[in-house]
C-alpha cells in the first residue's frame, strides 16, 4: 500500500455522528449517504418526516449505521436545539455539522414580497446561525467539523436575486469568521461553493433544477456530497472553501 493509499483508507469517519440540515432530498440526502458510507452514524433534520424517515431506513440498511430523524423548521431557534440533543442523545456525541438547509424566493428587489425576503432571511442566515450556535460546543469536544453550504452566488454578483446572493454572501463571512474563532479550539469550518445543483431547488418559484437541467450540464447532488465528506475527513486541517463550478459558469457571467 502506497503512502497515498493509506491516506484514502485513513478519511473515513468510523465511530463519527453527524447533523445534517435540509436532509429530506438533495444535497442533504447525498451527504446523508456520503458520510454513512464514510462509517457516520447520521442525524437528519428537515421538514418532512415521511421523507426523511424513508432516507434513514435506506442509510441504516445500506451502509450499516444508525440514522435518527428530527423534523422541524431551521427559522425556529428550537429545532437546532432539539436537532443537537437528539443527535448527541441517541447516537453519543457530535464529530461533524453540515448547515445545507436553504432556499430562494423571488427575484426582483423592487417587487419581492415580505415573505419572500424574510423566508430567505430566516431559513440561510438565521437557521445557520442557530445551527452553529447550538453545535459549537460539542464540536470543541469532539474536535469536529463544521460545514456550511454557500453558493456561487456568495462569491459574485447575482444580478436576478441580489437578496438570495447576500443571504449567501452573509452565510460565507460568518462561516470564515467562524472558523477564525475557533480555529484554536481545534474545530474545522468549511464552506462548500456549489453552482447550480440538479436537486429541487427552484420548484417554489417553477420549474426545478433537477428539471430545468439535463443530467450532466450542472452540478449533482452526489458531487456536492463528496465535497462536504472530503471537508469532513481532515484529521487535523480545514478544507476551508471548495468551489464546485459548472464549466461553463464564467462564459457569461460578467
Same mark, same amino acid.
Given at each position: 500500500?502506497?503512502? &497515498?493509499?493509506a491516506?484514502?483508507? @485513513? !478519511?473515513?469517519?468510523e465511530?463519527?455522528?453527524?447533523l ?17 458510507? *464514510?462509517?457516520?452514524? =447520521? ?7 415521511? *421523507? ?6 435506506? /442509510?441504516?440498511? @445500506? ?5 435518527? /430523524? +428530527? $423534523? ?12 443537537? @440533543? ?10 461533524v =455539522?453540515?448547515?445545507?438547509a ?8 423592487? %417587487?419581492?414580497?415580505?415573505?419572500e ?5 430566516e431559513?440561510n +442566515?438565521?437557521?445557520?446561525f ?7 460546543? &460539542? ?5 469536529? %467539523?463544521?460545514v456550511?453550504v ?5 462569491k ?6 441580489? +437578496? ?9 463571512g460568518?462561516? *470564515?469568521? =467562524?472558523?477564525?474563532?475557533?480555529? $484554536?479550539?481545534? /474545530? ?30 450542472v %452540478?449533482e ?9 472530503? !471537508? ?5 486541517? %480545514?478544507?476551508?472553501e ?9 462564459? $457569461?457571467?460578467?
Open positions: 500500500m502506497t503512502e &497515498h493509499d491516506g484514502l483508507e @485513513e !478519511a473515513t469517519l465511530n463519527a455522528t453527524a445534517i440540515t435540509g436532509a429530506s432530498s438533495g444535497i442533504g440526502e447525498a451527504t446523508a449517504g456520503a458520510l454513512a458510507a *464514510r462509517g457516520a452514524d =447520521v442525524a437528519l433534520l428537515a421538514r418532512r418526516r415521511e *421523507r426523511l424517515e424513508a432516507i434513514a431506513e435506506t /442509510v441504516e440498511s @445500506e451502509y450499516d449505521v444508525e440514522a435518527v /430523524v +428530527v $423534523d422541524g423548521d431551521v427559522r425556529e431557534p428550537e429545532t437546532s436545539t432539539a436537532a443537537v @440533543e437528539t443527535a448527541v442523545d441517541r447516537l453519543g456525541g457530535l464529530d =455539522v453540515v448547515a445545507n436553504g432556499l430562494g424566493r423571488g427575484g426582483d428587489v423592487e %417587487t419581492m414580497t415580505d415573505e425576503y424574510f423566508a430567505m432571511q431559513t +442566515v438565521d437557521g445557520t442557530f445551527l452553529t450556535r447550538e453545535a459549537l460546543p &460539542h464540536l470543541r469536544e469532539s474536535a469536529g %467539523t463544521l456550511v454557500g453558493s456561487f452566488a456568495g459574485f454578483p447575482r444580478p436576478f436575486n441580489p +437578496v438570495y446572493a447576500a443571504s449567501k454572501w452573509w452565510v460565507r460568518f462561516a *470564515r469568521s =467562524v472558523a477564525a474563532q475557533v480555529g $484554536d479550539d481545534d /474545530v474545522a469550518v468549511s464552506v462548500i461553493n456549489p453552482s447550480e445543483v440538479r436537486t429541487e431547488f427552484g420548484s417554489e418559484e417553477g420549474e426545478p433544477f433537477e428539471e430545468r437541467f439535463e443530467p450532466g450540464s %452540478t447532488p452526489e458531487e456536492v456530497a463528496e465535497a462536504i465528506a472530503f !471537508a469532513a475527513t481532515r484529521p487535523g486541517s %480545514t478544507a476551508q471548495i468551489d464546485l463550478f459548472r464549466r461553463d459558469k464564467f462564459a $457569461d457571467t460578467f
